[in-house]
Each structure stands twice: as structure tokens, then as C-alpha cells.
């Protein structure tokens, strides 16, 4: 069965509050590995289960796109802790290309359940207190481009010619928004998920 694809900006799902998950049920598990498996064929460094058309309250992350670099998985997930600030360029699978600057904590500490029922409690800093936070709040209905810098957003766009492989180009929210709708019509036209 193919991975289902990525809900994107403008599909009400993004914008509805997960629901807590009460039972560890098939459901759940099989949720768990959808996201792990699109999360890394899509070399991200984190996903939430609205991102994949579901309500519950589960997301997955890591701290970099390295094959061997542990996979959270993360269910109920909440921040208890949290000190101090970093700002850094985000971007999200569900807004394809787009990159924004947003202030985050520099630490925090996230309660969970893991897949196998266990309560813990994990620290995190730097770019997995950033992705924490990132698919924490798309379990409650925000995304990034809710908290960037509305003059930061930016389109990353391939150039084999620039010295990092891209470049940057500016853009705003509504010109994004316009892009975004294009995109889910085109994969309605092809049949794909719901947008």
C-alpha cells in the first residue's frame, strides 16, 4: 500500500485540535509506522498526525535526517518545560519549499507515552527542542508561518549554480497561500487524498 500523502497547507485537518489517544490500539501502531516511513522517505526531520489526515495526538522526530539517528515516536506529547530562545529558519512538509524565521525555546522538556505504553519524559535542545515544539503545535492547530517573521518567508528554490545547491526568494503569506491551493487542486485532478 502506498504512503498516504502529505496533507498540505489550506486542508482543514492542519487547522483542527488533535484529539488525545486513549487506547494503544492497532490504529495507533499502525498510525506510528505510516508516519516514521513517510517522515524519512521524505528525509524530514519530523511529522504529526494531522500531517497525515489523522486527529490523534501522535507525532514522530529526529534530530537530524541521519539513518541511524534514534526516531522519537511520541504519543499525547506535551511541552512541561521550557527556557530560553533560539530563532532559525523552519520549514514543514505540509508547505512544501517554504521557509520562515521563528523564535523557539532554546530547551524543553516533553512528556509522552511511547508505543509500548511507557510514560517518559525526554530533554531536548537545539534542533529537537525546535521540532518538538514544531509538531507539537500542529497537534494544536498552528503552524510555523503562524509564529515566522511575516518578512522572513521565503521559497527555497533549487539552483545548482549557488554554492549551498538553492536560493532564496522572497515571498508573502498570500502568495504562498495561492500556491498551496494550486498544489492541492492539482492532486485532487490526480486523485489524490483530500485536500
Known amino acids: 500500500m502506498a504512503a498516504p500523502p502529505i496533507r498540505i497547507y489550506g486542508d482543514p485537518v492542519l487547522r483542527t485540535e488533535a484529539k488525545q489517544v486513549r487506547e494503544l490500539d492497532a490504529e495507533v501502531h499502525d498510525l506510528v509506522e505510516r508516519m516514521t516511513a513517510v517522515m524519512c522517505e521524505n528525509e524530514g526531520v519530523g511529522l504529526a498526525g494531522p500531517q497525515l489526515g489523522s486527529q490523534l495526538r501522535v507525532i514522530v522526530a529526529r534530530p537530524d535526517t541521519e539513518e541511524d539517528t534514534e526516531i522519537f515516536r511520541l504519543i499525547n506529547p506535551r511541552i512541561i518545560a521550557a527556557e530560553g530562545s533560539q530563532e532559525g529558519m523552519e520549514g514543514c512538509l505540509s508547505l512544501p519549499s517554504l521557509r520562515g524565521e521563528v523564535e523557539r525555546s532554546a530547551q524543553v522538556a516533553v512528556e509522552a507515552i511511547t508505543p509500548e505504553g511507557k510514560n517518559i519524559t525526554i530533554e ?16 494544536n492547530s498552528v503552524l510555523f508561518v503562524d509564529r515566522a517573521a511575516a518578512d522572513t518567508l521565503c521559497w527555497l528554490i533549487p539552483d545548482p549554480d549557488a554554492e549551498e545547491g538553492y536560493r532564496l526568494e522572497e515571498t508573502t503569506i498570500e502568495e504562498a497561500e495561492q500556491r498551496f491551493a494550486r498544489l492541492r487542486a492539482k492532486r485532487q485532478a490526480q486523485g489524490g487524498a483530500q485536500q
Open 124 to 139: 531536548a535542545t537545539g534542533l529537537l527542542a525546535r521540532v518538538f515544539e514544531h509538531e507539537i503545535d500542529h497537534l
